[in-house]
C-alpha cells in the first residue's frame, strides 16, 4: 500500500515537471514568436531616433507618422494597388478554379482524370523556373507594367482546382440528381445548390487567394518594373532600402500592410485553418 | 487609372460573353443528337475551359517556351542560337556554384531543424490537459500571417547593427558572467557566417508554426485508443513518438517536407530584403536571386536564366523523389 503511494506521488511530481517544461518551452516560443509583433507595432508610434537608441515602449508619434507616409511617397496608391489586384484575383480565381474543379470531379471521364493528373504534375513546378519564360509570355501580351500582370497569372491555379476538387468529393449527388429532374440547367444547378452550400470551403480559399496576392512580391517585382504603378511590398521594399530610412515609418508601413491578414486571421480563424489544412486530408 | 480598370473590366466581360456564347450554341447544337452520357461529358468540358486556357497561357505555353529558351544565348534582347553555349557557361560559372551552395545550405539546415521543431510543438500542444492550448498555438502560428516583405524588412531592422537584439545581447554580455560566455553582439546582416544564420532564423521563425498547424491536425485524427494500447503495453514517451506518432504522421510529414523543399529552393523575398544593401551578399545569394540579377540586374541573359531555372527544378524533383523513397522505407 505504501509503496503504491510512493509510486503514485513519483509519476505525479514526473507529470507536474513534465507540465512545467512544457509551459516554459511554449512560453518562450511564444514570446520569440509574438515579440517581433508587439516591437513593430510599438516601434509604428516611434520616431526614427527614439527606435535606434533601443525604446521599445509605444510612444506618441504615430499622427506624424502616419502624414510622412501618406504625404510623402506614394503608398496610399500602391495600397490601392495592392488591394485592386488582390480582390479581382480572388473573385476571378475562385469562380474559374471552383468551376473547374466542379467540372473535374462531377463530369469525370477517363480523358478528364488523365489530364487532372497532369495539371497535378505541373504543381511540382517551382515558380522560379517559370518566371522567366511567364514574363516572355507577359510581354508578347503587352501586359508588361500593368497591374493586370500580376492578377492573369494567379486566376487559374492548380492548387485551388485541387483545393476545390478535394471539397466536391463529398458533396451529396443526390442533391444534384434531383436538381437535374427538376429540369435546372448545370450553371444553375451550381450557381443556385452547390455554391451555397461550399460556402466555408470558398471563404478559406478566399483567404488563401488574397494574401497570396496581398503578400507577392518577387512576380510584381518582375513585371511592374517602371515605378508609376507598384504594390504594397514592393513599396515597402523600396522604403526600407532608402539611404536615410525613417524607422517609425517604416515599421508603420508593415503595420499597415500586415494588419488585413492579422484581421482576416482573427475573425475567420476557423477557415484560415481549413484552408491550409483542408487539402491534405 | 479607372479607365484603365473600366477597359480591363469590358475585355473580360465580352471575353466571358464570347466563351459563353460560343460554347453554349456547341452545347445546344450537340444536345439534341447525342446520348445523356456524352452530354455530360461535354457539359463538363465547359465547366473547365475557362480554367484550362489561363493553364495554357500562363502555365503551358511558357513551360513549352522555356525549352526553346535554354538554346539562346542572348545580350538584352539579341539572342542567337547555340544549343548548348548555356550549359558550358554553367559549367564554369563560379556565381551560379555559389548560388547552388547557398540554396543548398538553406536547405540542409533550415528544413529539418524547423519539421523538428514543429513537430516537438505539435506533440506538445496536442497534451489536452495542457491549459491555454488555443493562445499558445495562436502565438506560435501568427508569424505566418505575415508577408514575407513585411517581416523580412523586420527583421532587417531588428537586427542592424544597433538594433533591438544587439542592443539586448550587448545588455547580456555587459556582466562578469555575459563576458565570460564570451556573449557580444554579431554583425547579423554583414558577416558572412551570421548573415545566413540570420536567413534561417528569419525562415524559421515565419515557417515553423505555419508547419505545426499540419501537424496538430494531423494528430488530432489518430486514434486514441492506440496511444493507450501503447500505454498499458509499458512503452515509454520516446518509444511512443518513435513508434506511433512519426509513422503515422508520415504522409503529412513527407507533405511538409517536400513543400519546404520547394519553397527553400526558390528561396528570394528574405535574402533579397533582408541582406541586400549590407554589403557583400556573396554567402546568402540563392538561385532565384541569381536568376533575377542574370534577367534584370546585369546585361539580360534570358537563355542563360532559363537554364538556372532548370536547375532548380531538376533539384526540387530529385530531392521529391528521394523524399518519397525515403518515407516508403521501414
Known amino acids: 500500500m505504501v509503496t503504491m503511494v510512493k509510486k503514485?506521488?513519483?509519476?505525479?511530481?514526473?507529470?507536474?515537471?513534465?507540465m512545467i517544461f512544457s509551459y516554459i518551452i511554449l512560453g518562450i516560443v511564444s514570446f520569440i514568436c509574438v515579440f517581433p509583433f508587439y516591437w513593430m507595432f510599438a516601434g509604428s508610434t516611434q520616431t526614427s531616433n527614439a527606435i535606434i537608441s533601443g525604446n521599445i515602449s509605444v510612444g506618441s508619434n504615430i499622427i506624424e507618422n502616419l502624414k510622412t507616409l501618406f504625404q510623402q511617397s506614394d503608398y496610399l496608391?500602391?495600397?490601392?494597388?495592392?488591394?485592386?489586384?488582390?480582390?479581382?484575383?480572388?473573385v476571378l480565381a475562385l469562380t474559374i478554379s471552383s468551376l473547374a474543379a466542379y467540372g473535374f470531379e462531377i463530369f469525370s471521364s477517363k480523358f478528364k482524370n488523365k489530364l487532372y493528373n497532369v495539371l497535378l504534375l505541373t504543381m511540382m513546378i517551382p515558380f522560379a523556373a517559370l518566371m522567366i519564360p511567364l514574363y516572355k509570355v507577359i510581354i508578347a501580351l503587352d501586359l508588361n507594367n500593368k497591374l493586370i500582370s500580376v492578377v492573369l497569372p494567379s486566376v487559374a491555379t492548380v492548387f485551388l482546382i485541387f483545393f476545390f476538387k478535394q471539397s466536391f468529393i463529398k458533396f451529396?449527388?443526390?442533391?444534384?440528381?434531383?436538381a437535374r429532374v427538376d429540369g435546372a440547367n448545370e450553371f444553375r444547378i451550381f450557381r443556385s445548390i452547390v455554391f451555397p452550400v461550399m460556402k466555408p470551403t470558398y471563404a478559406a480559399a478566399a483567404i488563401l487567394t488574397f494574401t497570396a496576392s496581398w503578400n507577392n512580391f518577387l512576380w510584381p517585382l518582375i513585371t511592374l518594373s517602371s515605378n508609376d504603378i507598384q504594390t504594397l511590398p514592393l513599396k515597402i521594399s523600396t522604403l526600407s532600402s532608402s539611404y536615410t530610412p525613417d524607422y517609425g515609418v517604416i515599421l508603420l508601413s508593415i503595420v499597415v500592410a500586415t494588419l488585413p491578414s492579422i484581421v482576416v486571421f482573427f475573425s475567420l480563424q476557423k477557415h484560415f485553418v481549413a484552408g491550409l489544412t483542408g487539402a491534405i486530408k | 487609372m479607372q479607365s484603365l480598370i473600366k477597359k480591363i473590366l469590358l475585355t473580360i466581360k465580352s471575353l466571358v460573353v464570347k466563351i459563353y456564347m460560343k460554347?453554349?450554341?456547341?452545347i445546344k447544337n450537340l444536345l439534341g443528337k447525342i446520348s445523356e452520357k456524352r452530354r455530360a461529358i461535354i457539359i463538363g468540358w465547359a465547366f473547365i475551359i475557362p480554367a484550362l486556357i489561363f493553364i495554357t497561357v500562363f502555365i503551358f505555353i511558357p513551360m513549352i517556351y522555356s525549352v526553346f529558351l535554354v538554346t539562346q544565348s542572348c545580350r538584352g534582347i539579341v539572342c542567337e542560337t547555340d544549343f548548348f553555349g548555356n550549359i558550358d557557361k554553367l559549367m564554369g560559372d563560379p556565381q551560379f556554384k555559389q548560388a547552388?551552395?547557398?540554396?543548398?545550405?538553406?536547405?540542409i539546415v533550415q528544413v529539418p531543424i524547423m519539421l523538428t521543431?514543429?513537430?516537438?510543438?505539435?506533440?506538445?500542444?496536442n497534451n489536452p490537459k495542457l491549459k491555454f492550448r488555443g493562445v499558445f498555438r495562436t502565438a506560435i502560428f501568427l508569424p505566418a500571417v505575415t508577408s514575407l516583405v513585411a517581416y523580412s524588412v523586420l527583421f532587417k531592422m531588428m537586427l542592424a547593427p544597433d538594433g533591438i537584439v544587439n542592443t539586448t545581447i550587448e545588455f547580456l554580455g555587459n556582466n562578469p558572467i555575459g563576458e565570460f560566455l564570451g556573449i557580444k553582439p554579431v554583425g547579423w546582416l554583414t558577416d558572412p557566417f551570421w548573415q545566413r544564420a540570420t536567413i534561417v532564423i528569419a525562415l524559421l521563425w515565419r515557417w515553423t508554426g505555419y508547419n505545426m498547424i499540419f501537424y496538430l491536425s494531423g494528430l488530432q485524427s489518430i486514434d486514441k485508443k492506440?496511444?493507450?494500447?501503447?500505454?498499458?503495453?509499458?512503452?515509454?514517451?520516446?518509444?511512443?513518438?518513435f513508434k506511433i506518432t512519426v509513422p503515422q504522421l508520415k504522409p503529412i510529414i513527407l507533405f511538409t517536407a517536400v513543400m519546404s523543399t520547394i519553397g527553400t529552393l526558390q528561396l528570394f523575398d528574405e535574402p533579397?530584403?533582408?541582406i541586400a544593401g549590407s554589403g557583400t551578399t556573396v554567402s546568402t545569394m540563392t538561385l532565384s536571386q541569381y536568376i533575377y540579377n542574370v534577367s534584370f540586374v546585369n546585361i539580360p541573359n534570358f537563355g542563360y536564366a532559363a537554364v538556372v531555372a532548370y536547375v532548380i527544378m531538376i533539384t526540387a524533383a530529385i530531392l521529391t523523389v528521394i523524399q518519397f523513397r525515403l518515407s516508403r522505407e521501414d
Open chain 1, 8 to 18: 503514485i506521488k513519483q509519476i505525479n511530481i514526473r507529470k507536474v515537471t513534465k
Open chain 1, 77 to 90: 496608391r500602391a495600397f490601392g494597388n495592392s488591394a485592386f489586384a488582390a480582390i479581382l484575383t480572388t
Open chain 1, 172 to 178: 451529396p449527388r443526390e442533391l444534384i440528381q434531383s
Open chain 2, 23 to 26: 460554347t453554349r450554341a456547341i
Open chain 2, 100 to 107: 547552388f551552395k547557398n540554396t543548398f545550405i538553406f536547405f
Open chain 2, 117 to 125: 521543431l514543429a513537430l516537438v510543438f505539435a506533440v506538445i500542444l
Open chain 2, 226 to 241: 492506440v496511444y493507450e494500447a501503447a500505454e498499458i503495453d509499458g512503452a515509454n514517451k520516446l518509444q511512443i513518438f
Open chain 2, 272 to 274: 533579397f530584403n533582408i
